[in-house]
Every structure is written in structure tokens, then in C-alpha cells.
């Protein structure tokens, strides 16, 4: 499932067409694709039909884009195959297109197409809603931040670690009286949102740290190792683009991300860890796996 430098890279791509641009038209290939939108396909064409769109933002692995003056946006969850890729009109649509958008703005006319071969992503419309957050964190060191509206289905999710407004003493100290697993207290989103599975086993491994180990036993010190280590391994996996095993994490040209090079723990169980030599371990998680060294992340 696209993490948050996948879903970073897509709205760094979709910024310069959608900004400012306005929808010409909109079309449901298939009512799959706006699963999450409450009012059916004729009421997602109908709402976008005209709107002037403004910069895309993201908060973890959620991704939506303002509807200029109306109180709404657009919301793009990928699930685990989702993708948003920006076609001129010439070119064949993909054979799992859902959505399709034509939209004109400054940087020209262009069509956007959400393709989705699982079809666990969705498009939907949704009000906007004041950020919870807000009142949560608010000031900082004496830093005003600004709070815009969040669309209703975000206002659960907690800032990510990329966010300038992230508190990284506020998440140590909530991280450390969970008395649950560290890896489970990274996945929660409502606790800290972007990381999924794949950097939590790399933070983790980058910290070294056991991902059963249990979060109210670790101390300070290597909580803040696991937020600093979360935050250095997604902003190394952004700037290659993110992670691709397949083809299916792609940016909005459709190009796959190499970051999966880089990996030193995920997906590399009985390979040798880059840092002691001892194979990497893979244990079954959550419906998902862990990968860990055990020489390196001892399990205290």
C-alpha cells in the first residue's frame, strides 16, 4: 500500500496542472472508482463539473485537492493499487481507468486519469471541515502555525513527521505510554500518519529497534531515535521517487520509484543485514510481515 513518500511524490507531480485549473469535464468509467463518495457517480460529476481546483495537500497517506469557494475538495485515497497519472488527450486511456478529468489551468489543458487495478482506491467529494488538530498542538515554541480546513474523513488523522507542525517531544511522549508494540504504535494513524509498513520495519531497523518490543518500554531515547529514523528514511525514499516492487506505485508519468535499492530491512528476509552481516528475519504481522535482524534488534 502507497506509503507517504509514494503519495508525497504524486502530489508534487499533480501540483503544477491542478493548481488553479478548471475541471472541463469529469467522467465515471466505472462507479468502482467513487466508492467513497456518499452521493453516487451523478453527484461526483456534477459537484467537480465547473470547479476551479486549487494546490494539493497531503496529510499521511491521504492526498485531496481544494475546490476553489465551495467548501469541499477532492479526495484521493489509493488503497493498494491506486494511481493518478496526468495524460494529454491524445493518449488511450489505461485499462483499469476508473475516473477521468479534463481539466485547463496555467500550465495548459491536460486529463487526468485515476486508474486502479484492486480497486480498494476511490475518488470522492467531501466537505471541508476545521482541522481538529488545531486546538491540539496550535502554537509550538512560540511558533503560530496556520490550520486551513481538512476534509471530514481526515480530521482522525494525525500530522506526519514531514509536517512542519509535527511535535516530536508531544509523539515521544504519547509513543511511550502505549503498552502495545512499537510497529503496531507506528501504524496507527491516529497516532502518527505516513508510516506503513515498509518504513516502520526501516525505522526500526535504522534505530535499532525490535518491532515487538512493547512502546511503553522503551526510553526517550530511543523513541526519538525511531521518530528521527522515520522521518530521515521517508525523506530518502522521496527523493528516489519512493518504493516500487511493481508496477503499480507509479508517479503521475507513470515512472516507478527505486527507492526499493535502498531498503535494508523490508523484503529482504535471509539476505544478510547491510549492517552486522546475520540474515534478515521475516515474521508473519498483523496480516502483513516484519523483517528485522535479530542480532541488531534484539528483543529486550
Not at 502495545?180 to 497516532?191: F, N, P
Not at 529497534?209 to 512493547?214: G, L, N, S, Y
Request: contains cysteine; glycine residues 8%.
Amino acid at each position: 500500500m502507497p506509503e507517504l513518500p509514494e503519495v508525497e511524490v504524486v502530489r508534487l507531480g499533480l501540483a503544477p496542472a491542478v493548481t488553479g485549473a478548471r475541471v472541463e469535464a469529469v467522467s465515471v468509467v466505472d462507479p468502482r472508482g467513487v466508492t467513497r463518495h456518499v452521493g453516487g457517480v451523478a453527484d461526483f460529476e456534477s459537484r467537480l463539473a465547473g470547479a476551479v481546483l486549487g494546490a494539493p495537500v497531503r496529510r499521511g497517506k491521504f492526498l485531496w485537492v481544494p475546490v476553489a469557494e465551495r467548501g469541499e475538495a477532492l479526495l484521493a485515497h489509493l488503497g493498494m493499487s491506486g494511481q493518478v497519472l496526468l495524460r494529454d488527450e491524445t493518449t488511450a486511456p489505461e485499462r483499469h481507468v476508473r475516473v477521468q478529468l479534463w481539466v485547463d489551468g496555467p500550465g495548459g489543458a491536460v486529463r487526468i486519469d485515476f486508474v486502479d487495478q484492486r480497486t480498494f482506491g476511490s475518488l470522492a467529494v467531501e466537505a471541508m471541515a476545521a482541522d481538529p488538530l488545531a486546538a491540539r498542538v496550535g502554537r509550538r515554541g512560540g511558533e503560530a502555525f496556520a490550520w486551513p480546513d481538512v476534509p471530514a474523513s481526515v480530521a482522525h488523522i494525525a500530522l506526519d513527521p514531514l509536517d512542519p507542525r509535527f511535535d516530536d517531544e508531544a509523539f515521544i511522549r504519547r509513543l511511550r505510554m502505549k503498552r502495545t508494540e512499537v510497529k503496531r504504535a507506528l501504524l496507527d494513524q491516529t497516532l502518527v500518519s505516513g508510516i506503513g509498513n515498509i518504513y516502520a520495519d526501516e525505522a526500526l531497523w535504522a534505530a535499532r529497534v525490535h518491532p515487538r518490543t512493547i512502546a511503553s518500554t522503551l526510553s526517550a531515547q530511543a523513541a526519538r531515535r525511531v521518530i528521527e529514523e522515520a522521518r530521515a528514511v521517508m525523506v530518502r525514499a522521496l527523493s528516489e521517487g519512493g518504493t516500487s516492487f511493481d508496477a503499480q506505485y507509479v508517479n503521475v508519468n507513470g515512472q516507478s520509484g527505486y527507492f526499493s535499492r535502498s531498503l535494508n530491512a523490508y523484503g529482504r528476509a535471509g539476505q544478510p543485514c547491510h549492517r552486522c552481516g546475520r540474515a534478515i528475519v521475516r515474521e508473519a504481522f498483523m496480516n502483513r510481515s516484519s523483517h528485522y535482524c535479530p542480532r541488531c534488534q534484539r528483543l529486550r
